[in-house]
């Protein structure tokens, strides 16, 4: 790991280092709420401005609400705060978790992060000014004679949101893609295989969260399906795991003196296995002969040429 004195850490440091890391994110948000809220209509009359120009001739959103007016300008101010403040979010929640992973993991997390940053503004820029303008052009010309479309502004606030959002996800499928491929969770083959399972659910995924018109929902099922080749394409430039990669970050974190400290107790449980297996292969005969040498040592030595029946000699009295 790239800091592996960070996982020596109490539960309580983690903790606090979340807290920290929250109240900035709060803090991000909070400016930019400041900064859109002083032009939230003008913000509102953007937004609006695709169906507001497709809509007859003195005809024009409505209200049908008292809070309204307010609250949906105040709502869009917040959403767009957390929208503009997510490479922040992300950062903070990268930091939170960059010191868990491993060098090869942040080497592929780091561009997999930026990527999806921005597929997910090309997503909403995507559904802002090319589903839009064919979406409400085809709402507002299909209603039956004599019906004047005079749309909320709040359930055009909600219906766009979550237009931006399930493109913003939809463009997010390259990054899927490859952390499936990276991950050895699937293979390109496999995917290969299932492309055109991919390519009905697709369409099954559009009707599901566009409206129910087939215009919107094609607009999604095709540049999902497109997406979803080009994440194949981007998974054979990152690679299946190596089953090295775990074992060689595992030499690179083991300390030299943990290292040293297990080969040695490695060495001493050997020698004193060798000295067990010595002394268990030693026969029994070994050990009275052990214990009858002192006694061997301390007896005189006798000639050559005397007999032992004889007992010993006495001493020359000259």
Known sequence: MSDPSLNDQPLIAHLIELRDRLIRILVVILLFFIAFIAFANDLYAYLAEPLQSLLPEGASMIATQVASPFLAPFKLALYLSVYCGAPMILYQLWGFIAPGLYHNEKKIAAPLLIS??????????????AVFPLVFGFFTTIGPTGVTVMTDIDAYLSFVLKLFLAFGLAFEIPVATMLLVKAGIASPESLKQKRPYVFIGCFVIGMLITPPDVISQTLLAVPMWLLFE?????????????ASDSSVDIEETSEPETVALIQNEASDEADETDE???????????????????????KPELPEDSDPTEGPQKPDSS
Do not use: H, Q, W
Not at 116 to 129: D, N, P, R, T, V
Not at 230 to 242: D, H, N, Q, T
């Open 276 to 298: 067990l297996d010595g002394f268990e292969s030693k026969p029994s005969g070994e050990e009275s002969n052990d214990s009858t040498a002192p006694e061997e040592l301390n």
């Open 230 to 242: 080009a994440g194949l394409i981007g998974a054979r430039f990152v690679g299946a795991p190596r």
């Open 116 to 129: 999806s940053i921005f597929l997910f503004y090309a997503g909403m820029a995507f559904a802002y000014y």
